[in-house]
């Protein structure tokens, strides 16, 4: 058997891993300034995580959520002290669509409506509902096409007023990005998450925060709607969440309310994953790590707006993109194999930075060090 060729491949073998370095089968050193999709939160194999998800191995790895979980209750209680919404519920599954499609689902049993609102480049997973809320139609096949979406430009609140004067009454839910993630590192802006707040109560909808990838103090704050004052219904979480175990989850408002069966999961929420989702917060909140993104994102932000080949620096805390031009459209290739540091893109021609929250004022200097010796090799 053969595996399904469904991803672009890098020729590497990354066989270890320690904070923002990993190492290849042939001991080649690498900066990781991309944490795998923005997964690595508190640094590869912190010793903290590693310890948590050893003791609760050896002890019991799963059993389903028939029985009483207290490390799930554990969780939840930490998890409501480090965001300070500690009235919320939370509902874990195991991965960032799994969450966003629980959301929606939610949204539409709360308000009994079918429509939802997303927007311009928005990304939200590859399931069922959530590619369909998904602004690209390459990955949304047949049986995931609904007239139940409506796309609006992002960071259009005049858009979004009229719509909701014209439909609000059918209007499931809202769900956006606090920052966009593949859509290119857009963040929304504090006035345009202010009128969804607004319109959602004025029209009983529900505002669903996909925090799955600008989430768990990537940008400097827990969620970065926080930027905008503003508390969503239901925040959606993965990626960071397990710093590489696979966990996701939503907590949810208050005003919404649970009924047995409505949701359900057979491995969300299992004592291995609860365990290491618990060493995240704790390093999180132990090392200061939402500081240490607002810090070392300012440096980068700052470092890369000085370099003039590059255009359009963007985002917040350790979430950055910005623009290069065509001539050096092999920017992120030459980057990971000349000067072994892993970087991500959006297309056309978006640089993505998503290292590590625990990434070193150090790491972050030779990252820029490297950057303009790759930018000059292009320049000569």
């Known amino acids: 058997m053969k595996l399904f060729d469904v991803y672009p491949i890098n020729d590497i073998n990354i066989t270890h891993a320690k904070g923002s370095k990993v190492w290849d089968e042939n001991q080649n050193e690498y900066l990781d300034m991309y944490g795998g999709h ?9 010793p903290h995580w590693v310890h948590n998800i050893e003791s609760q191995l050896k002890k019991i790895a799963f059993y389903s959520n028939s029985i009483k979980i207290p490390i799930q209750e554990e969780l939840a209680h930490k998890l409501g002290a480090v965001t300070g919404k500690k009235n919320y519920q939370l509902f874990l599954c195991n991965s960032g669509a799994e969450a966003n499609e629980n959301a929606l689902k939610l949204a539409s ?83 345009f998450l202010l009128t969804i707040r607004k319109n959602c109560d004025q029209y ?86 939402m500081h240490n993104a607002t810090k070392v994102g300012e440096f980068l932000a700052a470092s890369l707006k000085s370099i003039e080949a590059i255009s359009a620096v963007r985002g917040r805390g350790l979430m950055i993109g910005f623009d290069v031009p065509e001539k050096l459209k092999n920017l ?29 004022m150090e790491e972050a200097a030779l990252f820029i060090q490297q950057l303009k010796h790759a930018i000059e090799h292009y320049q000569d």
């Open 332 to 360: 992120k290739k030459d980057l990971l194999f000349k000067y072994k540091i892993f970087t991500g893109e959006a297309k056309p021609n978006v640089m993505r930075l998503l290292p590590s929250l625990a990434i070193t």
């Open 38 to 46: 923005a997964v690595i939160s508190i640094g590869h194999t912190h």
């Open 109 to 191: 049993f709360h308000t009994g409506r079918k429509k939802i609102i997303a927007f311009s480049k928005a990304f939200h997973g590859r399931t069922s509902l959530a590619v369909a809320a998904t602004d690209n139609p390459s990955i949304i096949a047949p049986v995931n096409q609904t007239d139940n979406i409506v796309f609006l430009p992002f960071n259009d609140a005049d858009a979004l007023e009229l719509y909701f004067k014209n439909h609000g009454n059918e209007i499931a839910a809202v769900i956006v990005e606090g920052i966009q993630g593949v859509g290119g590192i857009n963040v929304a802006e504090n006035s």
């Open 204 to 289: 009983g909808a529900v505002y669903v925060a996909d925090s799955v990838q600008c989430g768990y103090g990537r940008s400097g704050k827990f969620f970065s709607h926080d930027f905008a004052g503003v508390e969503a219904d239901i925040y959606s979480m993965a990626k960071g969440m397990g710093n590489g175990f696979p966990i996701g989850g939503i907590i949810i408002s208050p005003k919404l309310k649970a009924k047995h069966g409505m949701l359900g999961t057979t491995f969300g929420g299992n004592h291995l994953a609860c365990a290491a989702a618990l060493a995240v917060l704790e390093v999180i909140e132990k090392e200061h790590l």
